[in-house]
Nanobody, 125 residues
Framework: QVQLVESGGGLVQAGASLRLSCAAS????????MGWFRQAPGSEREAVAV????????DYADSVKGRFTISRDRAKNMVYLQMDSLKPEDTAVYYC??????????????????WGKGTLVTVSS
């Protein structure tokens, strides 16, 4: 079973950038589709960005398209979320999650095999 640990969250002002990292252990991520999800207070968890297990397909929530970029480093067993032009409405706990042989279609459904514990991102206005 793969274990996931997120890092890189924090408090920033609107317009700033942050890069979230997701470190995997226990198993290589090579056969896993990966996703970043977020949950704001009082809201349901939503998919933010996903990357297929082959890394050939990416998809983003409409609210972050053009501002966020998901990437993966197979050699380091890491997944990243670069967040630029942050807005107060991006404030949430961000979770990294893995799905074996996940495609963008299945990843967006959020039926993941493994979840990290999350990292808090707070964007002030």
């Amino acid at each position: 079973q793969v274990q996931l640990v997120e890092s890189g969250g924090g408090l920033v002002q609107a317009g700033a950038s942050l890069r979230l990292s997701c470190a995997a252990s226990g198993r290589t991520l090579s056969n896993y589709g990966m996703g970043w999800f977020r949950q704001a207070p009082g809201s349901e968890r939503e998919a933010v960005a996903v990357i297929s297990w082959s890394a050939s397909n990416l998809d983003y929530a409409d609210s972050v398209k053009g501002r966020f970029t998901i990437s993966r480093d197979r050699a380091k067993n890491m997944v990243y979320l670069q967040m630029d032009s942050l807005k107060p409405e991006d404030t949430a706990v961000y979770y990294c999650a893995a799905q074996q042989f996940g495609t963008t279609v299945t990843l967006l459904k959020g039926l993941m095999d493994t979840w990290g514990k999350g990292t808090l991102v707070t964007v002030s206005s």
